[in-house]
């Protein structure tokens, strides 16, 4: 397809999209709140003059986004990152949309027919595990269903013995799993059966990537999505997930003006769907901060990439009154060589002040790296650690569903036993 029919595509799927979404509650009351009438939106072009959409407008009633009632398929519910979940609505349109969406990803991301692929993705409410086994058998490659599986031992026992070639997952625990390849089997995880990984869930620091792909000796891709909206895969630039521009729209808007911005700009990413019929996301206010990677790609690919987000404009942590992302501190640790683990906690002193104590789970960590560790969050992050310890391998407790790495006790006391009884054996901040 050119990038001209691709054009045209979105047009006639825009057009037909702007008929449902004035039968829905929603947006019929949004746009007429915005005096617009269907015979004003008639092209893409018009896309602007739409209200947004917000996360908080589906959570309100997720009934008033859905288009078709009579085609809904299943719900499935968004992580709820920012505090409620939010219900999607997918007709079977929309389910075998969001598969091929997936599909191509997968193809775009380097997976081929033959592959045989462990999905450790959580099936159940949330879309993602689902789609992507039913996207991984459409491309003609094998599944291994291990989404639902506990603990790491049995994730990485599947890789042992199913010797798929493909893994897709949450960074992290593809690398946590490589050590623990290595001593549950005593052999090398890059010479295990795996050569190829796709990373979804969170964003991957280049330092971060390069350790996953080292330690496992596989070329490891990045996937980014919403389950509001759709998805992309990353093609062999590395560079940008190819945004399925067929499927969904994609636009930047600065957060403070709604203006759009150019590509190459950071901005927050908006989206409309074209090509859903069950809930619809009209100009939805993603909160991602990020950009749309301008120019061709040296893949041949018509569509454009957008730079799977750094952060959310929601998940921004204040520390030691400046404000950070999670994603800033996961790139200055992965900046060395030998890390397998961390976890930051943010805790209040006696005397008011933020303390910021890192534990590092490496056994080639030197004293000196832990000073310049010092010099690098000041650089980047612009704030000092109170302490950086290393800690025993594999003593860091996963944390909820992601594994989170930023724990942060001013606002929430009590993460689960797992973290208290971690904090009496190495806490340094104030019990
Ligand atoms: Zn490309």
Redesign the pocket.
């Known amino acids: 397809m050119s990038r001209e029919e691709l054009l045209n595509l979105q047009e006639k799927r825009f057009k037909r999209t702007m008929e449902l979404a004035f039968k829905t509650p929603l947006y019929s009351e949004k746009f007429k709140e915005a005096g617009l009438s269907l015979a004003d939106i008639t092209s893409v072009k018009d896309l602007g003059r739409l209200p947004f959409s917000s996360k908080q407008d589906i959570v309100k009633d997720y009934r008033a986004a859905i288009a078709d009632h009579s085609d809904l398929a299943v719900f499935h519910t968004t992580s709820g990152t920012s505090g409620t979940p939010t219900v999607v609505g997918y007709t079977n349109n929309d389910v075998e949309t969001q598969t091929i969406n997936e599909a191509r990803n997968l193809l775009t991301a380097g997976f081929k027919k033959g592959d045989i692929i462990i999905n450790t993705t959580p099936y159940g409410m949330f879309f993602a595990g689902v789609c992507i086994h039913d996207a991984i058998r459409r491309i003609g490659a094998v599944v291994v269903p291990a989404g639902k599986l506990a603990s790491s031992r049995q994730q990485v026992d599947m890789i042992h013995f199913y010797r798929p070639t493909g893994v897709i997952g949450i960074a992290q625990f593809i690398l946590k799993w490589a050590s623990l390849y290595e001593d549950m089997f005593g052999e090398d995880p890059r010479e295990s059966s795996l050569n190829r990984g796709y990373a979804l869930g969170e964003p991957v620091p280049e330092g971060k990537r390069k350790r996953i792909e080292d330690v496992w000796g596989i070329d490891l891709r990045v996937g980014y999505g919403l389950t509001e909206v759709g998805s992309g895969g990353e ?1 062999e ?1 590395k560079h940008g997930v ?1 945004w399925q521009e067929d499927l969904s729209l994609v636009e930047v808007v600065d957060p403070d003006t709604s203006e759009g911005v150019a590509d190459g700009e950071r901005g927050e990413l908006v989206y409309t769907t074209i090509s859903r019929t069950g809930t619809l996301a009209i100009r939805f206010r993603s909160r991602d901060s990020s950009f749309i990677v301008g120019g061709d ?3 041949g ?1 018509i569509t454009r ?1 957008v730079m799977p987000p750094e952060f959310r404009l929601d998940s921004l942590i204040k520390i030691k009154g400046t404000l950070t992302s999670p994603f800033a501190i996961d790139s200055a640790i992965f900046s060395y060589d030998g890390v397998r683990d961390y976890l930051v906690v943010v805790s209040e002193d006696s005397s008011g002040l933020d303390r910021v104590d890192v534990y590092i789970d490496s056994d080639v960590f030197t004293p000196r790296q832990i000073e310049s560790l010092y010099d690098r969050f000041g650089g980047k992050i612009w704030f000092n650690p109170s302490s950086v310890k290393i800690v025993e391998k594999d003593s860091i407790p996963v944390i909820g569903r992601k594994g989170k790495k930023i724990i942060d006790l001013r606002a929430e006391a009590d993460y689960g036993d797992e973290l208290k009884t971690f904090l009496e054996k190495y806490g340094e901040h104030p019990q």
Do not use: L
Request: glycine residues 0%; hydrophobic residues 0%; charged residues 40%.
């Open positions: 093609c630039e190819h790609c040296s893949c690919r990439r």
